[in-house]
């Protein structure tokens, strides 16, 4: 029997972990109509809250909670289906944003004609992301394209050159990508690898799908998905990859040039798949002494990874403050120039973008110009592709494939079981 997919908890929390109140004059009682709740998970809103909109909006009294991201949902859940207690606005992650934009007709505030009134400015997917059936009901206000950083003396030495054109022309999809990593192999004696992961390589892929994993209610494997799992098991086998864990402790190892193998051996570790916040967050924390050897380019497919939208309750009180609120921090010229001047973040605004792309020079990676180069990536991303059910689906497909990567099931008996899983589970 086919089981419905259960888009909300029952559950609520019983208390708010962190509550943030004062952005404004507290009202004396009730609520105000100059008065908005936010609830966050991520205290770039609260930065963005206290040193940007209020100061545009001396008025307003935000009353702000934040929230760890894995305790959110359960937070979020009840209070926006009972409408008890539920806030003005929030913010999504990425990894469960889709859940609630395709709630968008019954929870979220509509924010469609507000959006299309300026949407010819904005970088198109992260409002894709935060459409349903036509409608927008999320925005946000960071673009997360991702590319290849690579180590410019490894280039240099396996490859002859460190040019990010160059090394571009060898990456610049899958069968080049295949071949530079079997080249770097050979001229490394073995000793570097292209990737410490093929997990690396997952996003890329399943950007490069034509179909998202669910049509009319019926599960699609897509053949993009079916390649990845045919690359990674090609670069386990030829010994291509580093075998490590994405966020495991070689993944960052590598990073800082102190990978070791089963046996105690160095390791080199030629790139990274890292979207642009992973160059600021994750590569900039973890490169130790190779901070400066480093560059980047587009790599063989366009994708993204990560990023936080923020959507505002259909029940609210105060709709056109929530409005207001979602267009500043999402859309805004003025406040998103600053914001991008002030972080380094990507926005997804493309009258910023174009305005400040070209004064960037990023030390870390030798002078490069990273700012121009993802301007480029961000409007090549496809946000169509993302569904609600993404994140449980590819948690059985990520299953799947490490039994065929390790040999544990042929390809075709990996994707039945995956495809059983998702049945049984999901109704899919």
């Excluded at 999504?92 to 929870?107: S, T, W």
Aim: charged share 20%; aromatic share 12%; with cysteine.
């Amino acid at each position: 029997m086919k089981k419905s997919y259960v888009i909300l908890s029952t559950v609520a929390v019983a208390a708010m972990l962190f509550s943030v109140t004062g952005c404004g004059k507290k009202a004396a009682s009730g609520k105000s109509a100059n008065k908005l709740v936010v609830w966050s998970f991520t205290d770039e809103l609260q930065t963005m809250i206290e040193k940007y909109y209020q100061p545009a909006h001396p008025g307003v009294e935000v009353e702000y909670s934040l929230t760890p991201t894995d305790q959110f949902p359960n937070k979020l859940d009840p209070v926006l289906a009972s409408g008890n207690g539920a806030p003005d606005v929030f913010a999504l992650e990425d990894a469960f944003v889709r859940k609630y934009i395709e709630q968008g007709p019954n929870l979220l505030l509509d924010i469609t004609d507000e959006y299309n009134a300026i949407k010819s400015k904005m970088i198109a997917y992260p409002a894709e992301v935060g459409t349903f059936n036509g409608r927008v009901y999320g925005v946000s206000w960071q673009a997360a394209p991702g590319a290849v950083f690579y180590r410019r003396s490894l280039a240099k030495k396996y490859l002859g050159t460190d040019d990010p054109v160059e090394v571009q022309k060898m990456l610049s999809n899958w069968n080049d990508f295949l071949a530079t990593a079997r080249k770097i192999r050979s001229a490394s004696n073995g000793n570097c690898v292209i990737i410490s992961t093929t997990g690396d390589l997952f996003k890329p892929f399943m950007s490069a799908r034509k179909s998202p994993w669910v049509v009319n209610g019926k599960l699609v494997i897509d053949p993009a998905a079916r390649q990845y799992m045919q690359m990674a098991k090609q670069m386990k086998d030829e010994g291509l990859e580093g075998r490590q864990g994405q966020w495991a402790e070689g993944w960052f190892a590598g990073m800082k040039d102190e990978l070791k193998d089963e046996s105690g051996k160095s390791v080199e570790v030629f790139s990274y798949f890292l979207p642009t916040w992973g160059l600021h967050y994750v590569l900039k924390t973890n490169a130790g002494s190779t901070a400066g050897d480093w560059a980047m380019c587009e790599g063989p497919a366009p994708y993204r990874w990560g990023g936080t939208w923020v959507a505002g309750y259909k029940g609210t009180k105060v709709p056109e403050l929530a409005k207001d609120f979602l267009l500043f921090v999402g859309t805004d010229d003025t406040f998103l120039e600053q914001w991008a001047k002030d972080t380094g973040d990507m926005v997804s605004n493309n009258n910023v973008v174009n305005k400040i792309k070209d004064t960037y020079s990023e030390p870390f990676l030798a002078g490069q110009n990273h700012y121009a180069e993802f301007a480029e990536m961000a409007n090549g991303v496809d946000g169509k592709l993302t569904q609600g059910t993404d994140q449980a689906i590819e948690g059985f497909f990520g299953e799947a494939t490490g039994a065929y990567v390790n040999g544990e099931m042929s390809l075709d008996e990996a994707v039945a079981d995956f495809t059983r899983h998702v049945s049984e589970e999901l109704g899919f």
